[in-house]
């Protein structure tokens, strides 16, 4: 090639580059505004209440009982799903509240608390097995607003950093060290697998409960962040790659996004996007919605292609020291309808 062609080449090259920018710039804008669309919160639609009934005084802290959320139709609903969402190291259930206000108004009953022992994520299980205990407890009390209304058959877990871990495990563990047969899907926020110096000096390395999920046999999403430097992405990476069996199994690490800053108060830029994640895997995997579930598929044109993937990344923090690689994101072919591709929701 001689010289002349090679300048002109390379000079076409660079007129392609802001168009490039230019499309990038708009899918991405495209898919937030997707995702603040589904991470609306609709305060009319649902109610909640924390009373006596809901407070368990061996595993929540003190004087704090769990709150439960639910959609003010249930009449109309029947039996719907239920999630139980716990947070993480040194939190209260207040850090996560837009979560199950989100959900509740999107028609799921949700139960959250603010965990005792919060130390080590082995003790997180215990916490969460109560949590369950009070949901199907309040389902079976004839005075509860959430009587006769919650499908025992369809219970996910939610949890953030060492509560993330603790619901994996929670959700793998048998009775009665765990929830094994009584969970359908289990997402992980962040999950605590080791960290930092600092963050194993509060919490330990996970040497308790270690990352070997293969028992796990539902549906298991990992959310991560890039920047994360509390719960290294690659570490938290390890469950995922752990995770056997024909189930959907899913890793997704939301571009620049630290370990806490999709939930503190006030700043919390990546929160809609955790919100919007979250509801529509729960929408594919807990209530079986096939539409949804080309949110988790990775093929050109899909809802995952246009509007998840844009906002996923592998940047690693610069702060990262020694760190290892990780991909953006992991899916399985697990679970996958085929009809669900023609079914795709309505944007």
């Given at each position: 090639?001689?010289?002349?062609?090679?300048?002109?080449?390379l000079?076409l090259l660079?007129?392609t580059?802001?168009?490039?920018?230019?499309a990038?710039?708009?899918?991405?804008?495209?898919?937030?505004?997707?995702?603040?669309?589904?991470?609306?919160?609709?305060?009319?639609?649902?109610?909640?209440?924390?009373?006596d009934?809901?407070?368990?005084?061996?595993?929540?802290?003190?004087?704090?009982?769990?709150?439960?959320?639910?959609?003010k139709?249930?009449?109309?609903?029947?039996?719907?799903?239920?999630?139980?969402?716990?947070?993480?190291?040194?939190?209260?259930?207040?850090?996560?509240?837009?979560?199950?206000?989100?959900?509740?108004?999107?028609?799921?009953?949700?139960?959250?608390y603010?965990?005792?022992?919060?130390?080590?994520?082995?003790?997180?299980p215990?916490?969460?097995?109560?949590a369950?205990?009070?949901?199907?407890?309040?389902?079976?009390?004839?005075?509860?607003?959430?009587?006769?209304?919650?499908?025992?058959?369809?219970?996910?877990?939610?949890g953030?950093?060492?509560?993330?871990?603790?619901?994996?495990?929670?959700?793998?563990?048998?009775?009665p060290?765990?929830?094994?047969?009584?969970?359908?899907?289990?997402?992980?926020?962040?999950?605590?697998?080791?960290?930092?110096?600092?963050?194993?000096?509060?919490?330990?390395?996970?040497?308790?409960?270690?990352?070997?999920?293969?028992?796990?046999?539902?549906p298991?999403?990992?959310?991560?962040?890039?920047?994360?430097?509390?719960?290294?992405p690659?570490?938290?990476?390890?469950?995922?790659?752990?995770?056997?069996?024909?189930?959907?199994?899913?890793?997704?690490?939301?571009?620049?996004?630290?370990?806490?800053?999709?939930?503190?108060?006030?700043?919390?830029?990546?929160?809609?996007?955790?919100?919007?994640?979250?509801?529509?895997?729960?929408?594919?995997?807990?209530?079986?919605?096939?539409?949804?579930?080309?949110?988790?598929?990775?093929?050109?044109?899909?809802?995952?292609?246009?509007?998840?993937?844009?906002?996923l990344?592998?940047?690693?923090?610069?702060?990262?020291r020694g760190?290892?690689?990780?991909?953006?994101?992991l899916?399985?072919?697990?679970?996958?309808?085929?009809?669900?591709?023609?079914?795709?929701?309505?944007?």
């Amino acid at each position: 090639m001689s010289n002349n062609t090679l300048r002109r080449t390379l000079y076409l090259l660079l007129l392609t580059l802001p168009n490039l920018t230019q499309a990038a710039g708009q899918t991405l804008e495209m898919a937030k505004t997707q995702i603040d669309k589904l991470a609306e919160i609709d305060e009319e639609s649902f109610a909640s209440y924390a009373d006596d009934n809901t407070y368990d005084e061996e595993y929540f802290g003190e004087k704090e009982p769990a709150t439960i959320y639910y959609p003010k139709d249930l009449k109309e609903r029947g039996k719907v799903p239920a999630v139980i969402i716990v947070h993480g190291f040194n939190c209260k259930q207040k850090f996560l509240q837009k979560l199950p206000k989100q959900l509740s108004s999107h028609g799921f009953i949700c139960i959250i608390y603010t965990a005792l022992d919060q130390k080590r994520p082995f003790q997180w299980p215990p916490g969460l097995m109560a949590a369950y205990e009070i949901l199907r407890g309040e389902s079976m009390r004839p005075d509860s607003p959430i009587y006769d209304h919650v499908d025992l058959s369809a219970v996910a877990l939610v949890g953030h950093s060492m509560g993330g871990a603790g619901v994996l495990h929670t959700a793998m563990m048998p009775y009665p060290n765990g929830l094994r047969g009584k969970i359908k899907t289990v997402i992980g926020l962040n999950p605590y697998n080791g960290g930092p110096m600092m963050a194993e000096v509060g919490g330990g390395a996970n040497d308790g409960l270690g990352d070997d999920l293969s028992h796990l046999q539902i549906p298991t999403m990992i959310v991560t962040g890039s920047y994360d430097l509390i719960a290294f992405p690659w570490k938290s990476l390890a469950f995922y790659n752990s995770l056997q069996g024909p189930a959907k199994h899913a890793f997704l690490s939301i571009e620049k996004m630290d370990h806490a800053d999709w939930y503190f108060i006030p700043s919390e830029p990546n929160y809609p996007t955790v919100r919007a994640i979250v509801y529509l895997w729960l929408m594919a995997y807990l209530a079986d919605d096939p539409a949804y579930r080309d949110y988790f598929v990775d093929s050109p044109g899909s809802a995952f292609d246009r509007y998840i993937k844009p906002v996923l990344g592998n940047t690693p923090n610069p702060l990262t020291r020694g760190g290892e690689p990780f991909p953006p994101y992991l899916l399985s072919d697990g679970g996958l309808d085929p009809a669900a591709k023609d079914e795709r929701p309505a944007d």
